[in-house]
């Protein structure tokens, strides 16, 4: 089964950037449809981004044109590029596929 670690996460002013990472357990080349979720303290877990094997992606309102992400298959790992951080942004963020476990998350603060 297919394992996924969450890092990248912390404190950062708003209009700030972070870059959170996602490896995998093994080779994601194979992989079709990748994802970033968040959940917000009192909120229901929603979908950030998506990406397919063939590097079509897709954005939640919230977040496009401030959030990118891409995947390196050669190092099996997805990426959420963060830029013009809001304080509405302050989650923790969860990395899936569709057969995997939902993992421990990294915390991502946005506070000045």
């Known amino acids: 089964q297919v394992q996924l670690v969450e ?20 080779s994601i080349f194979s ?16 979908l950030v981004a998506t ?4 590097g ?18 050669a190092k099996n790992t997805m990426y959420l590029h ?5 304080p509405e942004d302050t989650a923790v963020y969860y990395c899936k596929t569709t057969n995997t476990p939902w993992g421990q998350g990294t915390q991502v603060t946005v506070s000045s």
């Open 56 to 73: 079509s992606t897709n954005y939640a309102a919230s977040v496009k044109g401030r959030f990118t992400i891409s995947r390196d298959n």
């Open 31 to 46: 992989i079709n449809a990748m994802y970033w979720y968040r959940q917000a303290p009192g909120k229901q877990r929603e």
């Open 82 to 86: 963060m830029n013009s951080l809001k």
């Open 51 to 54: 990406i397919s094997s063939g």
């Open 7 to 26: 890092s990248g996460g912390g404190l950062v002013q708003p209009g700030g950037s972070l870059r959170l990472s996602c490896a995998a357990s093994v």
